[in-house]
């Protein structure tokens, strides 16, 4: 059986979002065909990176996990000064390697372990570009190893210190065909092998939208943000849209939050935060909730679209992130807003017609199951990876 090390940021079932889930179920997954490994950090908190798993090797759902301190902790002050600098000189490769470096998390004894122990393994599979795990691990093994990028059409993406790295890998592992198509525009990706891929969904047999209603008190209609609640999720906007829309629409329907704040939840009755829950409770809430709203402007695959779908639920997205309103619009399971006039008329639109409500939630069952159901996908993993020698 080969031997691969799966290498990313963050790796536990604390951590669960982003990339980092992305690693972990495709870990799980692929652990039938390949002996993995996952090297990754001592983190949990990717704003801090403070080193709170203990150092060393553990073993979670059957993945030998190999954890590695963080150096130092994020110093978000000299990362923004940094951050303004390098937007003026992108091209600038000292800025951009101290910008990487205060990015973190920057772990010297990890990337040390990769470069003694590089031919232990038959391949390596790093997880998104953005981070010091994969900007300076990859390098080191270049020949035989593959990217998952997990890319978002955001300034960071065009520094020039990625455009080396973007040329290094042997092969390439895309969520969506936009991410295909803006890695391909900017770096010229597809001179390498890739594959279309993404992520499976795991789907609880059972879900139960009246037991998420009697365990937290929601009543009547709801709409559902699931995610960090952040600036960069386009939170702010969504809020300040959700509440013109009340005051235009007045009624009982309100806005359900779950997920971590990292900025203030506006007070108001409408609007309820659940905070962190199960993976039970975040599907019986989609069962229980009216549709699922995403107002982030940059995203590489929304696994939480792929999940409301599964729930048979509609979504409304942000235009601005070409990769939802792509899945939208192939899926025919949900509706994009360029502005508040558009995100209340297609509200309106999707509360008020119940049938259209059903149409475009089993058209987006049938897309996440053809496309994203895990036989499909441990097959592009396998199909990919013969091409390059490994069986």
Avoid at 140 to 152: G, Q, Y
Avoid at 188 to 204: A, I, M
Avoid at 225 to 237: A, L, N, P, S
């Amino acid at each position: 059986m080969q031997k691969v090390a799966f290498v990313v940021q963050r790796y536990g079932l604390e951590v669960n979002g982003g990339a980092e889930l992305h690693c972990r179920s495709i870990a799980e997954h692929m652990s039938r065909y390949w002996q993995i490994e996952v090297l990754t950090t001592c983190a949990i908190d990717y704003l801090s990176w403070s080193n709170e798993y203990k150092a060393g090797d553990e073993t979670i759902n059957g993945i030998k996990v190999r954890r590695f301190p963080v150096k130092r902790p994020r110093n978000w002050p000299y990362f923004r000064a940094l951050s303004k600098l390098l937007s003026k000189a992108p091209d600038s490769r000292v800025l951009g390697l101290a910008w990487m470096r205060a990015q973190g998390p920057y772990s010297p004894e990890l990337i040390d372990f990769i470069k003694k122990e590089r031919s232990g393994y038959d391949f390596f599979v790093f997880f998104t570009y953005l981070y010091c795990t994969t900007f300076f691990g990859l390098p080191l093994v270049s020949e035989k190893a593959a990217l998952v990028p997990t890319a978002e059409d955001s300034p960071a993406l065009r520094y020039g210190i990625f455009k080396e790295l973007f040329g290094m890998p042997r092969a390439f592992i895309y969520n969506t065909p936009e991410e295909k198509r803006l890695l391909t525009d900017l770096y010229g990706t597809d001179r390498k092998p890739g594959e279309v891929v993404g992520v499976g969904v795991d789907f609880p047999r059972e879900i139960n939208g009246g037991r998420f209603r009697s365990r937290f008190g929601v009543d009547g209609d709801f709409i559902l943000y699931i995610g960090r609640i952040t600036v960069d999720k386009g939170c702010d906007e969504m809020f300040s849209f959700f509440r013109k829309f009340k005051k235009e629409n007045p009624g009982g329907l309100k806005l359900v939050l779950i997920g971590r704040p990292f900025m203030p939840i506006p007070e108001d009755p409408d609007i309820v935060h659940l905070g962190f829950v199960t993976e039970e409770e975040k599907f019986d809430a989609l069962e229980a909730s009216r549709l699922l709203l995403m107002p982030s402007p940059f995203e590489s695959l929304s696994i939480v679209l792929l999940e409301a779908w599964l729930a048979e639920k509609p979504v409304l997205v942000n235009r601005k992130c070409d990769v939802m309103a792509g899945q939208c619009e192939r899926s025919g399971g949900g509706l994009a807003y360029a502005d508040y006039r558009e995100f209340g008329r297609h509200l309106v639109d999707i509360l008020k017609d119940g049938a259209a409500q059903k149409r475009m939630g089993r058209s987006g069952k049938e897309y996440a199951k053809t496309n994203y159901g895990w036989e499909a996908i441990e097959e592009k993993y396998l199909s990919l990876f013969k091409q390059l020698g490994l069986r």
